[in-house]
């Protein structure tokens, strides 16, 4: 070697066989250039300071390939590697970028270097792809793994897949192995390089007669070409086409342009080159003469050298400087009889924007037979609109189940992760991907029910009123003057005021009508109950006054019973002014009683308070009642107790009742139940006490007179 006049050596695919030599080579500190693929062993300087590998950096290719799975919208994959260093460091990059980007590995199959050893494991493997959903595989190893792998792809027929790889990958894993027919597609990643000017015309005119020395084109001109050849002084060509060129060979046997490894066999003779001619300038410029220079002398200069090739390409033979890859994607098509061509079918540039790093053209890739459409590899089918992601346990996070949107959520996109609450005045829609916007609703007066209650309100209201004329028509009459006329003006006005008070519940609610609603309507039923009990206990006064004592005459004759109303109706007013001190009825919405609308309505602030107004007005009611119900049987011509005590025992039917209606009913109809409880108890105080007077006086004026009370008084004593 030391009497060679070489300078540098050139060494090949292997970074095994790259590593047996170099450590001969180092003895002597001859340069060595690699052309193979970038590996990380031999880029240790301390073991191979000798060493330069000529390709650019792989820094890149986990993303590329991601980004390639990202664009065809795969993300169940399965990974094939070796235990090479290599492919420990290219795998661990892969999980982080498939990791960040939500693409899951379906399985990771480790090929081994020993076939003989593996078959239980490479059976277990045909059985787990042939069994897998994953239609994508990410086959990364080296050489001696790889031919290992060619060999089983040999023995099985696995149809439909797509198997991603390098282009040194793609060098051992033969096609033929494949199937002639493209029953499975492989898109290779191939570090991008320029064309070389004139290469193509050369390759075209090579022939062995040109390059007598060169044994393999030779052998491969006698394969190809059925040639044969004899030597005596010179080698001559028999049976040969006078025009055989290398471009009538199909791709698989012998591809035209210049592969990856061509151009960096290209780029090291001009880093050599270009060495040289840098050291003997260096020469010349210290001492004016040029010594042809040993190989350790090149050293400093080729950890240096930067130049552009012919081509334009930069070429840097330092690792720390190196340049990241650009990758051209390739896919093979192959014609019948096993014609392949590799066609470049898109671009990966990491020097690009991001989200435009990959270009690819879809419709030149050549998928499975029998299919036009691209693959599908997923664990599980992408969740519409209207669903959410719902994770499948103890597996990927590319499985899950589809579930829909609860009540009043949307997804408006695929795949969502969870699902958007929509807001307050909006709604989901049936297929939950829109939210719409509710509709404003009330009890409103133009609506059905609401025009039922307002009419009834109206109704009984006027019909008070002209009962209220009829007493006043008739005030002078023994009737009238029996039952305590005054009591009877104020319980039939507070009776009109409880049927109009109503009308605050219809239409749409705002502050002032909240607050109104339940302290008039607390306020008015107070002094129309607290009314009856005056009118009861009048009533009962007016039999005891007959018995001996001054006191039970002093309250009647003094109108003590009249003054119940007011003290009534004073506690009541102070009961409603603590609730609107503490807790005052508010506009509230209600958007879960229906469907798409948004109901407007009051909200009783305290219900605490809200239930003590209803229990003072239900102990009124019950003390009525009460006393109603013992003077019931009190001897009189026009004792109303019997119709005080029936009214009471209907206005507390009509509450009682109310109660649980009114906890089961929701939005508008919770107003409604009210509503009508108001007027069924109104009307009831209204039909029972004033309809048999009514009657009397309308339609029997015999007995509302003098003489028909003294007819039917022997009558009242013979039944005592």
Not at 111 to 138: D, G, K, L, P, W
Not at 472 to 488: E, F, M, W
Not at 522 to 543: N, W, Y
């Amino acid at each position: 070697m030391r009497e060679s006049n070489s300078v540098a050596v050139l060494t090949g695919i292997s970074a095994i066989t790259s590593a047996q030599i170099g450590t001969l080579l180092e003895l002597y500190k001859f340069p060595q250039l690699t052309f193979g693929p970038l590996d990380r062993v031999l880029s240790e300087q301390s073991k191979f300071p000798s060493l330069y590998q000529m390709p650019q950096k792989d820094t890149s290719l986990a993303i590329a390939m991601v980004s390639l799975i990202l664009h065809f919208s795969w993300n169940w994959v399965g990974l094939l590697i070796s235990l090479d260093e290599n492919s420990l460091w290219i795998i661990s990059e892969l999980r982080e970028e498939m990791a960040k980007n939500r693409v899951c590995v379906a399985f990771e199959h480790v090929i081994s270097s020993n076939m003989f050893m593996e078959v239980t494991n490479y059976i277990r493997f045909h059985h787990q792809i042939n069994n897998s959903s994953a239609n994508v595989f990410i086959i990364y190893g080296d050489n001696e793994h790889l031919q290992n792998l060619t060999l089983y792809f040999g023995q099985f027929l696995m149809t439909g897949k797509v198997w991603l790889m390098t282009s040194q990958s793609e060098l051992f894993i033969s096609r033929r192995y494949f199937m002639l027919g493209s029953f499975h597609v492989h898109l290779i990643f191939s570090h991008h390089h320029p064309d070389i000017s004139g290469f193509k015309n050369y390759v075209r005119e090579v022939n062995p007669s040109k390059h007598p020395e060169d044994f393999y084109l030779a052998r491969l001109w006698v394969l190809s070409f059925n040639c044969s050849y004899s030597e005596s002084d010179c080698v001559t060509w028999e049976n040969c086409p006078q025009d055989a060129s290398l471009e009538w060979l199909p791709g698989h046997i012998f591809e035209m342009a210049m592969s990856e490894e061509s151009y960096n066999i290209y780029n090291a003779v001009y880093a050599v080159a270009h060495t040289i001619h840098k050291m003997l300038l260096h020469q010349t410029e210290g001492n004016g003469k040029g010594i042809v220079p040993s190989p350790a002398q090149l050293h400093p200069f080729l950890k240096k050298i930067q130049f552009h090739n012919p081509a334009g390409d930069l070429v840097i033979l330092d690792e720390k400087e190196k340049l990241e890859a650009e990758y051209d994607i390739v896919n093979n098509w192959n014609f019948p009889e096993g014609l392949e061509v590799k066609v470049k079918v898109g671009l990966f540039s990491p020097y690009a924007l991001h989200g435009h790093q990959l270009s690819i053209s879809e419709d030149m890739i050549e998928w499975a037979i029998g299919t036009t459409e691209t693959p599908y590899s997923v664990c599980s089918e992408s969740c519409d609109s209207g669903f959410r992601k719902s994770p499948q346990e103890e597996k990927a996070a590319c499985c899950f189940d589809c579930i829909p949107c609860p009540e009043n959520e949307i997804s408006n996109g695929t795949d969502m992760e969870q699902c958007v609450k929509c807001p307050e005045h909006q709604y989901a829609n049936t297929e939950r991907n829109q939210c719409l916007l509710r509709v404003a609703s009330f009890l409103a007066y133009g609506e059905p029910l609401g025009m039922v209650l307002a009419c009834m309100a109206l109704c009984f209201s006027t019909l008070t009123a002209a009962v209220l004329g009829v007493f006043v028509r008739y005030q002078d009459t023994p009737i009238v003057k029996a039952n305590n006329r005054a009591l009877s003006y104020i319980l039939l006005i507070s009776l009109i005021c409880c049927f109009l008070c109503s009308l605050l519940f219809i239409g749409r609610p705002n502050t002032v009508t909240c607050i109104l609603q339940q302290i008039t309507f607390g306020v008015v039923f107070t002094v129309g109950v607290s009314t009856v009990l005056a009118k009861t206990l009048t009533v009962v006064l007016a039999f005891k006054a007959t018995s001996p004592g001054r006191t039970i005459r002093w309250l009647l004759v003094s109108g003590a019973p009249n003054f119940i109303i007011p003290i009534c109706t004073l506690l009541q007013v102070t009961l409603c002014g603590i609730w609107l001190g503490i807790s005052p009825p508010f506009l509230d919405t209600d958007v879960h009683s229906e469907h798409g609308h948004i109901i407007i309505l009051c909200n009783k602030g305290s219900l605490t308070a809200f239930y003590c107004v209803l229990g003072y007005l239900g102990t009124l009611a019950m003390a009525s009642f009460t006393v109603a119900f013992l003077a019931r049987n009190l001897p009189d011509t026009f004792n109303e107790a019997k119709f005080l005590t029936f009214s009471m025992l209907v206005f507390c039917s009509v509450w009682l009742t109310f109660l649980p209606v009114y906890h089961s009913a929701k939005g508008k109809v919770m107003v409604a139940v009210e509503v009508f409880s108001i007027l069924a108890s109104s009307a009831g105080l209204l039909c029972c006490i004033f309809a048999p007077k009514c009657y009397i006086i309308l339609l029997k004026s015999d007995r509302n007179s003098l003489r028909g009370f003294r007819n039917k008084a022997p009558k009242q004593k013979n039944k005592i």
